[in-house]
């Protein structure tokens, strides 16, 4: 009974949850950047959104591109636009002027235009600029094309140029935050241009929420974007090994529920490479050599368990790097990074995991490192 209780309390509270998370309000915060300095303050006006909790932010670029902190991003559709409760646009400055990417992209939203589609929809803009030279003709270019829209332009006003260190050059404007990525006094977007690009995510999400529902949405439904991981290991030259056999009385993976977890050492050609334990048989370079391959195996395994098909995987949940070490060994950490960053270097944002790192007196078939790992997927 006491069991049948819990049950149906998990069942009202996950219902609750997705009931919360259908009832917040939608934003998509799309970019155009070349070099990341537009994508920076746009992962501080997502910082912004969410941290109201009444608000998603969507993080999409206008256009594919090449630079390797871009090019997992998704791409927006011109259909999709109207899915949203809000559109926070970040773009950098070409002239005094928005970027051609955005500018292109704009160019495509005519039948948006003459049905009326972004009418009433909230709208926030921000930018990257260089030296800053016609940083506010930019914004309000922005505006422009946003006004023609009949979208309800955000701006930011004073808001928190109180807190701003005064003794540099900061991107502030009453339009919508910038950066001067180009004055290498300090690191940009500075801290000052960081907070208000956060403040401006808040306030946006707040005035988003409160006219959610109030404008007819004409649109598609919001796709979460696929990204085909399978291609971005052909682009990187990645060549997944051959699943490894089970050495005992178990299974590669068990996927259970959305979760698949999976155990590996360092086997590569029927092989353990670096075998042995560090400081004694191997050193730390041959461990991380041997943790590279270790981690391989796992991506080998895991894209067996999603039927060859790596876009179905929703996030790496949890990593566990066991190393064979000596009592005083302190460095685990550095020779699990082996395996986090090619994670990340695979999966992007999905590849970022919780881990833990342990030493360990032995390991099965004298391998120097073992990985447990779980993924979430479809
Ligand atoms: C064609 C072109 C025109 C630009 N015009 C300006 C400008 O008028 N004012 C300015 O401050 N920076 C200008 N810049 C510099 C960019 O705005 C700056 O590098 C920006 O940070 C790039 O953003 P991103 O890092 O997101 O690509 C220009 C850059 C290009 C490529």
């Given at each position: 009974?006491?069991?049948?209780?819990?049950?149906?309390?998990?069942?009202?509270?996950?219902?609750?949850?997705?009931?919360?998370?259908?009832?917040?309000?939608?934003?998509?915060?799309?970019?155009?950047?070349?070099?990341?300095?537009t994508y920076e303050l746009a992962k501080e006006i997502a910082k912004g959104i969410e941290s109201e909790n009444t608000a998603i932010p969507y993080i999409k670029l206008v256009k594919a591109s090449q630079n390797p902190n871009l090019k997992n991003i998704p791409v927006a559709t011109v259909d999709e636009l109207t899915a949203y409760d809000g559109i926070a646009f970040g773009s950098p400055v070409y002239f005094g002027n928005i970027?051609?990417?955005?500018?292109?992209?704009?160019?495509?939203?005519?039948?948006?235009?003459?049905?009326?589609?972004?009418?009433?929809?909230?709208?926030?803009?921000?930018?990257?600029?260089?030296?800053?030279?016609?940083?506010?003709?930019?914004?309000?270019?922005?505006?422009?094309?946003?006004?023609?829209?009949?979208?309800?332009?955000?701006?930011?006003?004073?808001?928190?140029?109180?807190?701003?260190?005064?003794?540099?050059?900061?991107?502030?404007?009453?339009?919508?935050?910038?950066?001067?990525?180009?004055?290498?006094?300090?690191?940009?977007?500075?801290?000052?241009?960081?907070?208000?690009?956060?403040?401006?995510?808040?306030?946006?999400?707040?005035?988003?929420?409160?006219?959610?529902?109030?404008?007819?949405?004409?649109?598609?439904?919001?796709?979460?974007?696929?990204?085909?991981?399978?291609?971005?290991?052909?682009?990187?030259?990645?060549?997944?090994?051959?699943?490894?056999?089970?050495?005992?009385?178990?299974?590669?993976?068990?996927?259970?529920?959305?979760?698949?977890?999976?155990?590996?050492?360092?086997?590569?050609?029927?092989?353990?490479?670096?075998?042995?334990?560090?400081?004694?048989?191997?050193?730390?370079?041959?461990?991380?050599?041997?943790?590279?391959?270790?981690?391989?195996?796992?991506?080998?395994?895991?894209?067996?368990?999603?039927?060859?098909?790596?876009?179905?995987?929703?996030?790496?949940?949890?990593?566990?790097?066991?190393?064979?070490?000596?009592?005083?060994?302190?460095?685990?950490?550095?020779?699990?990074?082996?395996?986090?960053?090619?994670?990340?270097?695979?999966?992007?944002?999905?590849?970022?995991?919780?881990?833990?790192?342990?030493?360990?007196?032995?390991?099965?078939?004298?391998?120097?490192?073992?990985?447990?790992?779980?993924?979430?997927?479809?």
């Amino acid at each position: 009974m006491k069991k049948l209780c819990s049950f149906f309390i998990l069942i009202l509270l996950l219902n609750s949850i997705h009931i919360m998370a259908q009832n917040k309000a939608k934003i998509l915060v799309l970019i155009h950047s070349d070099n990341g300095g537009t994508y920076e303050l746009a992962k501080e006006i997502a910082k912004g959104i969410e941290s109201e909790n009444t608000a998603i932010p969507y993080i999409k670029l206008v256009k594919a591109s090449q630079n390797p902190n871009l090019k997992n991003i998704p791409v927006a559709t011109v259909d999709e636009l109207t899915a949203y409760d809000g559109i926070a646009f970040g773009s950098p400055v070409y002239f005094g002027n928005i970027s051609t990417g955005m500018s292109e992209f704009l160019s495509k939203t005519v039948q948006l235009w003459t049905n009326h589609a972004l009418e009433g929809i909230p709208a926030t803009v921000f930018m990257s600029a260089g030296s800053g030279a016609g940083k506010e003709l930019a914004l309000q270019a922005f505006w422009n094309s946003l006004a023609v829209h009949g979208m309800v332009l955000v701006s930011n006003g004073i808001r928190g140029t109180e807190e701003l260190n005064k003794s540099i050059p900061q991107g502030n404007s009453v339009l919508g935050i910038t950066s001067m990525a180009s004055l290498k006094d300090i690191e940009r977007p500075s801290k000052g241009e960081r907070h208000l690009a956060e403040l401006q995510g808040k306030n946006f999400a707040k005035v988003a929420f409160a006219l959610k529902d109030t404008h007819s949405k004409k649109g598609m439904p919001i796709v979460e974007n696929h990204q085909n991981f399978n291609d971005i290991l052909k682009q990187k030259n990645i060549i997944l090994p051959q699943v490894p056999k089970p050495a005992g009385n178990y299974q590669p993976f068990v996927r259970s529920g959305n979760l698949v977890f999976i155990n590996q050492v360092a086997l590569k050609d029927g092989k353990i490479v670096h075998p042995g334990k560090l400081g004694v048989d191997v050193n730390e370079q041959q461990v991380k050599e041997a943790t590279k391959v270790t981690m391989l195996n796992v991506i080998s395994v895991l894209n067996e368990a999603v039927g060859g098909d790596l876009s179905k995987v929703k996030q790496c949940v949890q990593l566990t790097g066991i190393f064979n070490t000596k009592d005083d060994y302190t460095k685990h950490a550095d020779l699990m990074n082996v395996a986090s960053d090619l994670t990340v270097d695979v999966f992007g944002d999905k590849g970022k995991h919780a881990r833990g790192t342990l030493g360990a007196s032995s390991i099965p078939v004298n391998s120097s490192v073992e990985i447990q790992a779980i993924f979430e997927v479809e």
